[in-house]
């Protein structure tokens, strides 16, 4: 990426050296605990049915569908967002919405800006949390065109700022907030969701994990299917068959 982006990946890293990449005490990720049972939706839509998950993302689906898909993306990635584009659709429709599998979106932060960006679209909650995610991703080109029209300088100078600071400014420099405000999420809550350390704590910490988890972790977008990180590309074209041969 352009030197700006570079410049907002250096400060990440001078976060996750704060104190909050570490791995958790005892050296384990965070477990990916069974979700609680939830009734069928009346619809027999099972997408209507989104909750948070104790790894620290968000699921769409049965919680207790056969096959559980993982994806591990970052909002900042092309990759992901290409993925999103091309898969998500399908998969919703053909998988999740017939109880088959379970979709869960858990973040992983490339740099700084990833952890603004998943703060914005985790605002309101479970109940938006796709809806946002996806609309984020399909405008990817232009708020990250706003971080990388940024001067250096003006980005160099975040670095003396606290990180709920730093957070709120990365999101004020590629428009988060306002792109926020008109999909239901008013400035006054994005304001208070930026200032929230242990949810920028948490975002860090899921990032730490799943390269503590998964030594074989390829990048963004990846994908665990049934618990098992699967060693094939990111596209929906080698994810596809992955999850029919899991429900066969």
């Given amino acids: 990426m352009k030197k700006s982006i570079q410049i907002v990946a250096s400060l990440a890293a001078v976060i996750a050296l704060a104190g909050c990449g570490k791995k958790n005490e005892g050296g384990n990720a965070v477990a990916d605990a069974p979700v609680v049972k939830v009734d069928p939706p009346k619809s027999g839509d099972w997408s209507e049915i989104v909750i948070a998950t104790p790894a620290g993302g968000y699921q769409m689906g049965d919680p207790n569908a056969k096959v559980r898909l993982v994806e591990i993306g970052a909002l900042t990635c092309p990759h992901c967002r290409e993925f999103d584009e091309m898969a998500a659709q399908p998969l919703i429709d053909k998988y999740v919405k017939t109880g088959k ?33 996806r609309a984020l991703y399909k405008d990817q080109p232009a708020w990250l065109a706003k971080i990388q029209a940024t001067p250096t300088a003006q980005l160099e100078q975040l670095s003396t700022m606290a990180p709920a600071q730093q957070f709120k400014e990365f999101a004020r420099l590629a428009g988060l907030q306002e792109w926020a405000a008109v999909r239901g999420v008013p400035r006054a809550k994005s304001d208070q969701c930026l200032s929230d350390q242990a949810k920028a704590d948490q975002l860090v910490q899921m990032t730490s994990d799943v390269l503590s988890k998964y030594p074989k972790f390829p990048g963004t977008p990846a994908f665990i299917l049934n ?15 992955e999850i029919v041969k899991a429900l066969q």
């Fill in 101 to 133: 599998v379970a979709w869960e979106f858990r973040p992983y932060l490339l740099n700084g800006l990833d952890v603004p960006a998943n703060m914005i679209v985790q605002c309101n909650g479970a109940k938006t949390f796709f809806p946002l995610m």
């Fill in 227 to 241: 618990d098992e990180m699967l060693e094939v590309g990111g596209t929906w074209a080698n994810v596809e068959p």
